[in-house]
């Protein structure tokens, strides 16, 4: 293989796809860049088993050949190269880098047992404005788990019908919900998808337009421009959200958002380096009193609410109410309460297409 193409295109594609690059597995292949010149094009791949990156560039191919290099050294050492011109060259098992006067040199893998990565998937598909699924994604995905006990739920389920798509994360101990507009759709879907794949999906996706998104026997793809991100879906049922939010509350209360999130954010700092990083909600007529309590230090300040229902003394863990709280978009939010050990819920105050659960925390006095 030998092939030739400018620094900045080669380093931009690196970055793209290395983020699919195993970072700890047995098998070496799955930390590789594959590296396929053909057709005055330079076709970079990398797979982790669950998610795929493909992005093609162009590129003066003299010798038609594929390798696999080394993800992170290869993208750590071509991203300092991106102003010059460079050419990639095989000879046995290694690739010379030349670049302006000098050559480098890294050891390379046959290509031979590089995972397949199929894009043939088109069996169904539904678009969105770019916006909106940007929206879902960043809303959503912070709210999955992040350990493998639970598989499903480190992926947001996506439930598509009647012009208009549901996404719902849970880690079971807070949930978020959305519900956004679809363009088309090819048919009512249920899917689960990565947190990680939304993710990557959302940093390629343009910054307006719509986009396709397809999906076939538990695989997803969507592509942008010559990037192709193609990953698993997660199989088996999600939890049912409608069997989780309360159906009515006993205490509502409506709050401006940036005064409450200050508030929270000043009481979270003494508690940060505590397990849960505690703080309560102390609700009576006309206020919420916000406190958090440490060998730190203490901090208590009231902050002026609008409360219909019940007083209640509720502890919680900070950074689940913060995450809730900028997740929402407008100026004033509504939290929905029963009692100090059940689910509380945050909503914007109008739009309430958005909804965050939290479970609250046990305490001395309130176990």
């Not at 080669?10 to 700890?24: D, G, M, Y």
């Not at 539904?126 to 499903?152: E, G, H, Q, W, Y």
Request: charged share 25%; aromatic share 6%; glycine share 4%.
């Amino acid at each position: 293989m030998k092939t030739v193409c400018e620094g900045i295109n080669l380093s931009e594609a690196v970055l793209k796809v290395v983020k699919a690059c195993a970072v700890r597995t047995t098998v070496p292949l799955l930390e590789c860049i594959k590296l396929s010149a053909r057709n005055d094009e330079l076709t970079l791949s990398a797979t982790d088993g669950e998610i795929s990156i493909q992005q093609t560039i162009k590129a003066e191919v003299y010798e038609e050949g594929e390798i696999c290099v080394p993800g992170r050294y290869f993208s750590d050492f071509i991203k300092k190269l991106e102003d010059v011109q460079i050419t990639l060259s095989v000879e046995g098992g290694r690739m010379e880098i030349g670049y302006a006067d000098s050559q480098s040199y890294m050891q390379v893998l046959a290509a031979d047992d590089f995972p397949k990565i199929s894009t043939d998937i088109s069996e169904n598909s539904f678009k969105m404005d770019v916006a909106d699924l940007k929206k879902v994604i960043n809303s959503t995905t912070f709210c999955c788990a992040t350990d493998d006990s639970r598989p499903n739920l480190k992926g947001c389920q996506f439930l598509i019908k009647n012009g208009s798509v549901c996404v719902t994360a849970l880690d079971g101990f807070r949930l978020a919900t959305i519900t956004a507009p679809v363009k088309s759709a090819t048919a009512d879907l249920d899917i689960i998808c990565p947190a990680r794949t939304l993710s990557e999906m959302e940093k390629m996706l343009p910054s307006e337009g719509e986009t396709e998104i397809f999906v076939q026997r538990g695989m997803i793809l969507v592509s942008v421009d010559d990037t192709v991100l193609t990953s698993r879906l997660y199989g088996g049922e999600f939890i049912k959200k409608e069997n989780i939010i309360p159906k009515s509350f006993s205490t509502v209360v409506t709050v401006d958002k940036t005064a409450l999130r200050s508030s929270i954010e000043r009481a979270a700092i003494l508690v940060r380096s505590d397990k849960n990083s505690l703080i309560i909600f102390d609700i009576s007529a006309g206020r919420i009193e916000i406190s958090s309590n440490s060998e730190i230090g203490n901090v208590q300040e009231p902050v002026k609410a609008e409360v219909e229902g019940h007083d209640i003394r509720i502890a919680m863990n900070s950074k689940f109410i913060t995450d809730a709280v900028n997740a929402l978009s407008e100026d004033v939010i509504k939290l929905s309460f029963n009692n100090q050990v059940q689910p509380f819920i945050c909503t914007n105050s109008q739009d309430i297409n958005a909804l965050y659960l939290i479970l609250p925390v046990r305490t001395a006095n309130n176990a």
